[in-house]
């Protein structure tokens, strides 16, 4: 088997997830025979380091011998069993873990198993609390501009990347859309700190307005990925805890991108010290290994829905694979991991590595701006540094950053202009200064004529 069978196969059977199949006519699919830690490999010995972590989902790098032990225990023990009226033993520690290591008040855990359907869960959830505390005139979310939750109806509804959005618009319910903090847009000399109070008030006076009607707000902690890796400071979060508390109406922490440590803390919810009254988990949940999701949430929600069957107040939810043994156990592996090892402190030193070896694109004539959270690093590329006019999407220069750094061996992947490195935390400093020489060389190529 080679690439080109593979990829030949490929195309006659498969459709691929966010993508336009024809581009595959000129920029060609990578098949992938094996990964290992950092590195993933082709049919023919070409390997690619995995800058973005698999779309973020992968922590510990590929093939982790402690989550493939962990995974291949349970998978001789039990695979799977139907969550509703039965349990399973990772299923239970793996929600004490979670309550455990959660910012504290979130005390239940319910399983999916995909971040877009924790989303789901989150919103009905709050929603059925309102209508169960008889509160029915509760039926709107409040969701933040540039932000991104998922892509089935619900999640894409409070969602607000228009890419993505647009097209399926006469399907989905309406939201109410603030202004957010992402502090690209901030005045220059202006600070993070000092732009996202500032643009509080938007919140604050829609809150105002609509918290009659309102069940939640919904927010991607310090980090809005999807949207192009935009950032903004933890002391939006601190104010919109104390304004959602002050006027009745819950707080939704989408923290499936930016939960298990992307951020620095363990939670992202952490550097504002607030407590959401749901968070949502998935991605680097199981290590990037298999599909599951949780969603957290007080015991105060949980007993508005605790009564007798016949008061119809229960969540009738359920998805096939919720709470998923393989799922749960892998889990449970990569959360050991971070019991285990620090971390945390790791990832700081390999934080600072990436702000060095980045250093040199903030004088770039191309570069508007570099950002960093933790183990996120985003670079917006521009056509003109001064104005930041943009460059034409349909020139899609980003892609050539994407082309130029497979053929150098990094698998990076642009969202449109903006080129980040969102790497599994086993990468080493010099496979760091690797991926950013190959990204800064993919810049000189993709800004060219
Ligand atoms: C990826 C993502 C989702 C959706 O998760 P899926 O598993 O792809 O459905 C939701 N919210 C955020 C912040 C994400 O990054």
Redesign the pocket.
Known sequence: MNNQTMVQRDLKVLWHPCSQMKDHESVPLIPIKSGQGVWLEDFEGKRYLDAISS??VNIFGHANPVINQAVKQQLDTLEHVILGGFTHEAAVTLAEKLVEITPAGLDKCFYAD??????EIALKMSFHYWRNLGKTQKTQFITLENS?????LG?LAVGNVALYKETYAPLLMDVITVPGPDCYHRESGETWQDYSIRRFADMEQTLAKHADSVCAVIV?PLVQ??GSMRMYHPVYLTMLREACDRYGVHLIA?E???GFGRTGTLFACEQAAISPDFI?L??GLTGGYL?L?AVLTSDTVYRAFYDDYQNLTAFLHSHSYTGNALGCRAALATIGLFQQQDVLGNNRRLAAAMTKAVERFQDHPNVAEVRQTGMIVAIELVKNKHTREAYPWQQRRGLRVYQYALGRGVLLRPLGNVIYFMPPYVITEQEITLMIEVAWQGIQYAVRD
């Open positions: 779309w973020w995909n971040g877009s359907s924790a989303v991104y939750h998922g892509e089935t999640a991607e990925c999807a989408d499936i991108a930016v949502c998935s991605k599909p999701s």
